[in-house]
């Protein structure tokens, strides 16, 4: 038993290590595939309970990105991998990482997951959750063989007083005691994530909404969602301009 168990371990870190070198060109084209062919359609054949349930994937995928937000602003980390290889300069234990050890990939999955609760569709629950639920599963095992052949009892020690993904919440003010919020690194760092996934948002909601009146009957809605991408738009523009001419 001692033996299987260790067997499929190996095989998750493996297909972990697959997905890390991988996901910045296969998570999208998992992800917008599936949303293509996902037929829009009123939830529960309810205009009311889809915009209800729009709201509510909304709020997923913004408590996935305040997550985030809360790592990198806080203590941020530099474990964004190295030649598309797992790669850590330290071991990050403060801030966020005190009260889960995976706040970044936990958000990331929050994310996608408000994403499909928004799509409201079979192939989104039944292929693309289980797939990015996998994915992430994956990496974090990686990443913990990597981080344990690295640091050693340290990390064996960390992994024993902080959960792998569901935050100490009641831990919170203690953990973030001392650390102060660096505003300019969050934009920095996290203004193309937030970009996309709040663009992808918006074109959910555009593209549910043709599909219920046609481009007569959305046109008003259709206005707020345009106005609301030319904002993000413009919030994306000047900030990669400030970060390319190192204003930011």
């Not at 005190?98 to 039944?126: C, D, E, K, Q």
């Not at 650390?179 to 937030?194: P, Q, S, V």
Request: glycine letters at 12%; a positive charge; one cysteine or more.
């Amino acid at each position: 038993m001692a033996a299987t168990s260790l067997s499929g371990r190996r095989r998750l870190v493996a297909l972990g290590n697959f997905f890390f070198r991988w996901r910045n060109g296969m998570f999208p084209l998992v992800f917008v595939p599936l949303w293509l062919l996902s037929r829009p359609r009123p939830a529960f054949g309810s205009s009311l309970a889809d915009a209800a349930l729009d709201l509510a994937g909304f709020a997923v995928a913004l408590s996935g990105q305040l997550l985030r937000a809360g790592a990198i602003g806080y203590v941020y980390i530099v474990r964004g991998g190295k030649n598309r290889r797992l790669h850590a300069e330290d071991l990050v234990q403060e801030g966020m990482f005190a009260l889960t050890r995976n706040p970044l990939y936990a958000g990331n999955f929050l994310i996608v997951l408000g994403l499909f609760t928004m799509i409201f569709s079979p192939l989104g629950y039944g292929v693309g959750v289980p797939f990015f639920a996998l994915a992430y599963l994956a990496i974090v095992a990686a990443e913990e063989a990597y981080l344990l052949h690295k640091f050693g009892g340290v990390y064996a020690d960390y992994c024993r007083r902080v959960p792998r993904f569901f935050p100490s919440l009641g831990a919170l003010r203690k953990a973030l005691a001392g650390h102060r919020f660096d505003w300019r690194r969050l934009a920095r760092k996290e203004y193309g994530t937030t970009f996309t996934w709040v663009a992808l948002a918006l074109g959910i909601v555009a593209r549910e909404r043709l599909a219920a009146g046609g481009w007569k009957g959305a046109r008003p809605g259709l206005e707020w969602v345009l106005a609301g991408f030319a904002a993000l738009a413009g919030a994306y523009g000047t900030l990669r301009f400030l970060k390319k001419t190192q204003r930011l």
